[in-house]
């Protein structure tokens, strides 16, 4: 039983920093490549990153966003600095096969797992 777990959301304020983690269980994580996506209120979920043999970003976190993983722990992470107001939203985590263009994974449709979400809340 594939089982994603994400965690390290919160509530911060603009500016501040986070980490996500996804703990990926009943999978052999080095084989997937992985994602985040999130979800706003009243909005349709969304690519945030992918990494596989590459590692790619939505505009709107790059620069601000880091996606990387510990094959050793069967956890990938997203350490998210600069938050902004519209930064919030439930993030999740996904496992998906590998493609060769990283950018290709941006789709829902790349994705095999999904986690549960982790709440991120920055106020203004």
């Given at each position: 039983?594939?089982?994603?777990?994400e965690?390290?959301g919160?509530?911060?304020?603009?500016g501040?920093?986070?980490?996500?983690?996804?703990?990926?269980?009943g999978?052999?994580?080095s084989?997937?490549?992985?994602g985040w996506?999130?979800?706003?209120?009243?909005?349709?979920?969304?690519?945030?990153a992918?990494?596989?043999?590459?590692?790619?970003?939505a505009?709107?976190?790059?620069?601000?966003?880091?996606i990387?993983?510990?094959n050793?722990?069967?956890?990938?992470?997203?350490?998210?600095?600069?938050?902004?107001?519209?930064?919030?939203?439930?993030?999740?985590?996904?496992?998906g096969?590998y493609?060769?263009?990283?950018?290709?994974?941006?789709g829902e449709?790349?994705y095999?797992y999904?986690?549960?979400?982790?709440?991120?809340?920055?106020?203004?």
């Open positions: 039983q594939v089982q994603l777990v965690s390290g919160g509530l911060v304020q603009a501040d920093s986070l980490r996500l983690s996804c703990a990926a269980s999978v052999t994580f084989r997937y490549a992985w996506f999130r979800q706003a209120p009243g909005k349709e979920r969304e690519f945030v992918a990494i596989g043999w590459s590692s790619g970003y505009d709107s976190v790059k620069g601000r966003f880091t990387s993983r510990d050793a722990k069967s956890t990938v992470y997203l350490q998210m600095n600069s938050l902004k107001a519209e930064d919030t939203a439930v993030y999740y985590c996904a496992a096969p493609r060769r263009n990283i950018m290709t994974m941006s449709s790349a095999d999904w986690g549960q979400g982790t709440q991120v809340t920055v106020s203004s």
